[in-house]
């Protein structure tokens, strides 16, 4: 059994889809922790609701940044997770703690990567004029949606679609997507080849 921590900082979908494949018994693992930024995040009660301890780095009650880092830092290392998931955790990870959980860090997107990395990825591919859409789950590097890919999902972009019917229909691939990249994960079958991630 794997042990997983997931970092939410708001509504938590993506973590309650976690939360089933695992419960559903589809994922050998075991949730052992949701550490979040935000003290109001809807994700604490999914936690709450599934027995799952939670740490709150309140990102406000720090004086900066790197103060902000060092108690994140903290956070993770005690819950001695082989994995962490970042599921909808909208702050980007300083340099140290992507160093020291290289490898064992997942995040979701929801944009085809590498178009659309950052902020509003459904806003800016109907900006653009995408046709096709969809999400993404990545390792997570130094940068900013760049790290090597998992799986990808696709949705089309309809003629009346808005940002909102849009993301809808992202986020239900992503509730696939998730949990499927952390099976792979915890079954010991992803093998990173530079960029490339192989499934074995
Ligand atoms: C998702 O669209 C995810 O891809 C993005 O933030 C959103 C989080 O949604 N990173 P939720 O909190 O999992 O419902």
């Excluded at 900013?144 to 691939?173: K, S």
Aim: include cysteine; hydrophobic fraction near 45%; charge should be negative.
């Amino acid at each position: 059994m794997k042990r997983i921590a997931v970092l939410a900082s708001g509504r938590g979908s993506n973590f309650q889809a976690v939360i089933d494949a695992v419960g559903a018994g589809s994922v050998p693992a075991v949730i052992v922790r949701l550490i979040t930024d935000n003290p109001n995040a809807f994700a604490i009660e999914r936690a709450c609701n599934a027995g799952i301890p939670v740490t709150v780095v309140d990102f406000d009650r720090f004086p900066d940044r790197t103060a902000y880092e060092a108690a994140l830092l903290e956070a993770m290392r005690e819950c001695g997770a082989d994995l962490f998931v970042l599921a909808g955790y909208m702050r980007i990870l300083g340099a140290r703690i992507v160093r020291e959980f290289s490898g064992r860090m997942m995040n979701i997107h929801p944009a085809l990567l590498p178009a659309f990395a950052g902020l509003h990825a459904q806003r800016q591919a109907l900006e653009y004029g995408a046709k096709v859409s969809g999400c993404t789950v990545h390792l997570v590097d130094e940068g900013v949606d760049t790290g090597p890919i998992i799986l990808q999902r696709c949705v089309p972009v309809l003629e009346d679609d808005d940002e909102e019917t849009l993301a809808d229909r992202i986020l239900v691939e992503e509730h696939k997507a998730l949990p499927e990249a952390v099976r792979l994960f915890c079954e010991g079958r992803l093998v990173v080849e530079g960029r490339r991630v192989r499934i074995r």
